[in-house]
């Protein structure tokens, strides 16, 4: 789904999710985030399954914490504050901010515990409002991770670290484990072991934003 197609449904979506006279200032946070799929992904899962499965409308959303284009999101709401992680290629619900993170990807993923995890974001208004990742120009134009960080693995701007190309296109795969074409997960295992030997290159916004304008 492209960009305007995945705006264009959660309009869709919200004519079933929220009253009448919340619509027209919810439409509106969905138009100043219409250049990113980061957040239109959390738009789309919450209008596609409202958490309490009563009329509700996204009032803001706040950002707790990224790491590798993964981005968790909290949401205000009319009715409560829900958490989201999000990135380029989906949004996940993770649940009531007040109940704070269970998930054990999630949790594995920022390093914390459920208890750590709570308290750091306890407070909601110390943390920013989220920005647009399309406006950040310190975050990769693609993936959205974040300069000196791994860009999400198949990111077309990563670059190669045996042929200097574009590590997503370029023959080094094949080269590297010995087949010309990788068909099963457990191939393209190998060939990510290789290459997390080797070492990935993380972007770096100085050179790679500039080169792809
Ligand atoms: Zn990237
Ligand atoms: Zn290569």
């Known amino acids: 789904m492209n960009l305007a197609e995945k705006e264009e449904e959660i309009f869709l979506l919200m004519k079933y999710a929220a009253a009448g006279e919340d619509l027209p200032a919810a439409r509106d946070l969905v138009a100043r ?5 980061i957040s239109l992904n959390i738009f789309h899962e919450f209008y596609s399954y409202l958490p309490e499965a009563q009329n509700d409308v996204i009032r803001a959303l706040r950002l707790l914490w990224k790491r590798e284009g993964n981005f968790l999101i909290a949401v205000t709401t009319t009715i409560d504050n829900y958490l989201y992680i999000t990135s380029h290629e989906g949004s996940e619900y993770l649940g009531r901010h007040e109940d ?3 998930d054990k990807e999630v ?8 208890g ?4 750091k974001f ?6 920013p409002l989220y920005v647009p990742a399309n406006m950040d120009l310190r975050l990769c134009p693609v993936c959205a991770t974040d300069h000196g960080d791994l860009h999400r693995l ?3 701007v990563e670059i190669c670290p045996w042929c200097g190309g574009q590590l997503a296109k370029c023959n080094c795969r094949f080269e590297q484990t010995g087949k010309e074409v990788l068909k099963n ?4 295992k190998t060939f990510i072991a290789r290459l997390n030997t080797k070492g990935r290159i993380p972007f770096n916004a100085t050179e790679q934003s500039l080169t792809l304008g």
Do not use: R, V, Y
């Not at 949790?107 to 459920?114: A, G, K, R």
């Not at 750590?116 to 308290?119: F, I, K, P, V, Y």
């Open 100 to 102: 704070g993170i269970w």
């Open 33 to 37: 985030h219409k250049n990113d799929h």
């Open 185 to 188: 997960e457990a191939q393209l």
């Open 107 to 114: 949790l594995e993923l920022f390093d914390l515990d459920h």
């Open 154 to 156: 198949g990111c077309p």
């Open 116 to 119: 750590t995890a709570l308290e």
């Open 122 to 127: 306890k407070d909601l208004n110390s943390f």
